[in-house]
């Protein structure tokens, strides 16, 4: 028989304590949130307010577990070590109900310790790099059971043998979850999770030393505040329906509402702490390393800019140039056209044979195909201000691999002299993209008859040639150009405004 911890007299289950005492004291949930919140804040340097105030609550919501149908998995991780993350988790044991350290436990042994018949555990697994990091194998037992244990209801199956027998069993998934470690965590997990993006203490921020023989008579006490007042809450905490501020939504809102409707319960600064807490905290999140697909699906759109279509050879030749991009090195090869075609094709996108003009033919692929998985994988584009050179001339269809395009006629190209005074020759108008093809191999060998001459060749007035998208003398690379018998020459730096706002997009390098 259990009796109750606070008054001693009735029995009860643990860890509950009897409904006289919960009845007594469940109307300080807001002292004792406080309370914890400058516990916590005397040995834990937070890389936020937010994340001080979210860990406060996720504490709180460890001891009303079965008011949840999800509960949020908290996740310390830092780059590097000595940043707070043990430290947390430590603070942490003293005030959760019955915490279990997961450091090297098997697999079976989590399952069944979930499964307990005294109780939930809240589980507190630190290290977890050495679990799921780049150098650790594959652990699909451990990382099934965490990513289901958020929802409950959720079980995983066992065989068991009863002497000649198999039978089957379920063990129940659910429970509260904080987790410790060095980088990231997989994709499934961190969107299970409040994030705490823990960091190394500046030489300014100073904690008092832990020692748990010290500390851990003043933690639990707050821990049996806090289950005093769940046993009480139970049934406002499964009655609770909390408002989401915006940007806080779908899985987002599953993890935020045991945290809000706490918040909530306590009243005046909390419920807005923690709504702003929230909303930081899940922008936060966002702002991690995409997937590689996401990746993949963002530069495409950067690299088509306003493109109707493009091949695959320039795909790959673009994505590969992009600065600090991974197309160049994904397991010490380039990306090539199998490997795009396998990413794309579990988006929907499958590639296409392209008319280039006449007879020639390529794969490539195609903004119709792209847009829908732009829209609904990536956050809007920033517009284009108005004026830029990437803007696009109303009626006009880009594209880099040679179909048509109109109304671009009457672009004026203007740039200056030695002398500062303004050029007035005009460049060429065209109104076909397949007059401006650039074949590949055209730059810097356009004019072997000339090999180093281009740039200093007389003009007819007899002047050094100059740039001529910004007319300034220099250091110039030679362009064939559709109209142009003499070709363009181009500063490097020039070369991009030039193609943009000529309209063609179709260099060749």
């Known amino acids: 028989m259990t009796y109750c911890p606070t008054c001693g007299r009735n029995p009860c289950r643990s860890p509950g304590f009897c409904a006289e005492c919960a009845k007594t004291d469940a109307g300080e949930i807001r002292s004792i949130l406080d309370d914890v919140h400058a516990f916590l804040g005397r040995f834990v340097i937070y890389p936020s307010k937010e994340a001080h105030d979210a860990h406060v609550l996720w504490i709180a919501h460890t001891h009303c577990m079965d008011a949840w149908e999800s509960t949020p998995r908290i996740a310390f991780l830092s780059p590097e070590p000595k940043s707070g993350k043990t430290r947390a988790l430590e603070i942490s044991e003293l005030l959760v109900p019955n915490a279990v350290e997961a450091v090297n436990m098997s697999p079976a042994y989590i399952f069944r310790k979930i499964g307990d018949e005294n109780g939930l555990p809240t589980l507190l697994h630190d290290e977890i790099d050495t679990l799921f990091g780049p150098k650790a194998k594959e652990n699909e037992d451990i990382r099934g059971l965490y990513n289901a244990g958020h929802r409950r209801g959720a079980v995983v199956g066992?065989?068991?043998?009863?002497?000649?027998?198999?039978?089957?069993?379920?063990?129940?998934?659910?429970?509260?979850?904080?987790?410790?470690?060095?980088?990231?965590?997989?994709?499934?997990?961190?969107?299970?999770?409040?994030?705490?993006?823990?960091?190394?203490?500046?030489?300014?921020?100073?904690?008092?030393?832990?020692?748990?023989?010290?500390?851990?008579?003043?933690?639990?006490?707050?821990?049996?505040?806090?289950?005093?007042?769940?046993?009480?809450?139970?049934?406002?905490?499964?009655?609770?329906?909390?408002?989401?501020?915006?940007?806080?939504?779908?899985?987002?809102?599953?993890?935020?509402?045991?945290?809000?409707?706490?918040?909530?319960?306590?009243?005046?600064?909390?419920?807005?702490?923690?709504?702003?807490?929230?909303?930081?905290?899940?922008?936060?999140?966002?702002?991690?390393?995409?997937?590689?697909?996401?990746?993949?699906?963002?530069?495409?759109?950067?690299?088509?800019?306003?493109?109707?279509?493009?091949?695959?050879?320039?795909?790959?030749?673009?994505?590969?140039?992009?600065?600090?991009?991974?197309?160049?090195?994904?397991?010490?090869?380039?990306?090539?056209?199998?490997?795009?075609?396998?990413?794309?094709?579990?988006?929907?996108?499958?590639?296409?044979?392209?008319?280039?003009?006449?007879?020639?033919?390529?794969?490539?692929?195609?903004?119709?195909?792209?847009?829908?998985?732009?829209?609904?994988?990536?956050?809007?584009?920033?517009?284009?201000?108005?004026?830029?050179?990437?803007?696009?001339?109303?009626?006009?269809?880009?594209?880099?691999?040679?179909?048509?395009?109109?109304?671009?006629?009457?672009?004026?190209?203007?740039?200056?002299?030695?002398?500062?005074?303004?050029?007035t020759e005009k460049s060429t108008a065209v109104a076909d993209v397949t007059d401006v093809t650039l074949v590949a191999g055209y730059r810097g060998d356009a004019f072997p008859e000339l090999p180093d001459c281009l740039r200093r060749a007389p003009k007819s007035n007899g002047q050094p040639r100059l740039c001529d998208n910004c007319g300034a003398p220099g250091d110039l690379n030679p362009w064939n150009w559709p109209n142009r018998p003499d070709g363009i020459v181009l500063h490097s730096s020039c070369e991009a405004p030039w193609f943009d706002s000529e309209g063609r997009g179709n260099e060749s390098q």
Request: net charge positive; glycine share 8%; with cysteine.
């Open 158 to 423: 066992r065989c068991v043998v009863h002497g000649k027998k198999v039978l089957t069993e379920e063990i129940s998934a659910f429970s509260a979850l904080a987790l410790a470690g060095l980088g990231w965590l997989p994709d499934t997990l961190l969107s299970r999770s409040v994030i705490m993006r823990m960091r190394r203490r500046a030489p300014h921020e100073k904690v008092t030393s832990f020692r748990r023989r010290v500390h851990a008579v003043e933690g639990n006490k707050l821990r049996d505040q806090l289950a005093v007042w769940a046993a009480g809450a139970v049934k406002e905490m499964t009655e609770a329906r909390p408002v989401m501020p915006d940007g806080v939504e779908d899985r987002d809102a599953d993890m935020w509402e045991p945290l809000l409707a706490i918040a909530d319960a306590a009243g005046e600064h909390w419920p807005k702490r923690a709504r702003v807490a929230a909303v930081t905290l899940v922008a936060a999140a966002a702002d991690r390393e995409p997937s590689l697909g996401i990746r993949l699906l963002s530069d495409l759109r950067d690299i088509f800019g306003q493109a109707e279509q493009m091949t695959t050879a320039v795909v790959l030749e673009r994505l590969t140039k992009l600065p600090e991009a991974p197309w160049n090195e994904l397991k010490g090869k380039p990306l090539n056209d199998r490997g795009l075609a396998v990413r794309l094709r579990q988006y929907g996108v499958k590639s296409r044979t392209l008319n280039l003009g006449g007879e020639s033919r390529s794969k490539g692929y195609v903004r119709e195909d792209l847009h829908d998985v732009w829209k609904r994988y990536l956050a809007p584009a920033p517009p284009s201000p108005e004026g830029s050179v990437t803007s696009v001339t109303s009626g006009t269809s880009l594209d880099f691999q040679g179909s048509k395009v109109t109304d671009v006629t009457g672009n004026e190209g203007y740039g200056t002299d030695e002398g500062g005074e303004k050029s």
